[in-house]
DNA sequence: ACTCCATTTGGTCGACGCGA
DNA sequence: TCGCGTCGACCAAATGGAGT
């Protein structure tokens, strides 16, 4: 068990709401248990190698405590480890602080909700391949296809220690190497269809070095510093821009152009039109319409499916303005 | 109420044609 | 030659509609 003591300026803190804002935290390999405001998957130790199942509680309003389900103590090189995925994670940086009370000043609902801190994954590389998951599909889909690729990594560790037998070890998010290992046909069959290309092309020119995603997380980056990759159109690409802390872009799909219709009263909002009407109703919030747009989208799942944080995993698939399968 | 089969859905790519 | 917009292809599954 590891505590974290959250920095000073954190004061408002929330884990519920710093992770149930996003379809983030519903894909594999995240786990968020309603009844104990757990947050659970498995992270990886600092040989990025080795993955552990880490369970994440919020004890006080200043305290995260880690429980890490290992049978015995980490080094601290691994407990840095884990803990820098966990900041990852809740974004409990300086810099992620600062552009929240920079936002909720410009936006008087998200002040009194407490809302600005959009979730994500422990890594980059595990974000831009969840956003190329995202495309062309639906939301149950992607589900679907992120908890296979998870189901795959643990086969792989599986099959690497035959040995030790019935260790139902929960597989985490597979890192650039794994992927590569899996290989396109591999994934292509194991329901990523067309996307295998794809997502094997970026783990190799992560692997190559050709792509440096460390850089990219550098404060100083700028979104014109994200490279070219093959599948991220506008919508990924915005959406990756928000993981890493640009909101100016908005990740427009067919949600956003239901949501102006329904939630902005645009009756002809088309894939033509839906960039200038963004523009219209967004500006005002610059550079953080990205959060402006969020939050109303969340409050409307909200209102249709209850809570977000109190959902049943069951029932993830269900979220979606456009379909009505209740 | 059921089976089929065709159509639609989703975002991006690459090819194409247009006008400058 | 350039940038721009348009459009079919991609893949899998949900949906619609016609026929029993």
Known sequence: MIELKLGVGVSDFNLEKAVCNHGAFMMAPNQWIPSSKTLQRPLRLSNSDTSLLVSINQSSSSLLTLQIHSPRSLPPKDEVAILDQVARMLR????????IRRF????????Q??????????????????????????????????????????????????????????????????VCRMG????????????????????QSVESGRINLQSLEKPVSSPDAFPKIKGFGPFATANIFMCLGFYHQLPIDTETIRHLKQVHGIQYCTKKTVGEDVKQIYDTYAPYQCLAYWLE?????????????????FDYHKISGSTLHL
């Open 92 to 99: 409990l940086t300086e810099k992620d602080e600062d552009e």
């Open 104 to 111: 909720q000043n410009l936006h008087p609902t998200a002040k």
């Open 113 to 178: 909700i407490g809302f600005g801190r959009i979730f994500r994954s422990p890594s980059l590389f595990e974000d831009v391949v969840k956003s190329i998951l995202m495309c062309n599909t639906s939301w149950r889909r992607t589900l679907e296809m992120a908890e296979k690729l998870c189901e795959v990594q643990a086969k792989m560790r599986e099959s690497k220690k035959r040995k030790r037998k019935g260790n139902n070890e929960r597989g985490n998010f597979p890192n650039a190497r794994e």
């Open 184 to 203: 396109v046909e591999a994934l292509k069959n194991h329901c990523l269809g067309y996307r295998a290309n794809y997502v094997v092309k970026f783990a």
């Open 297 to 313: 989208l969340v409050q409307y799942y909200e209102t249709k499916f209850g809570k977000l944080s109190e959902l049943s995993s």
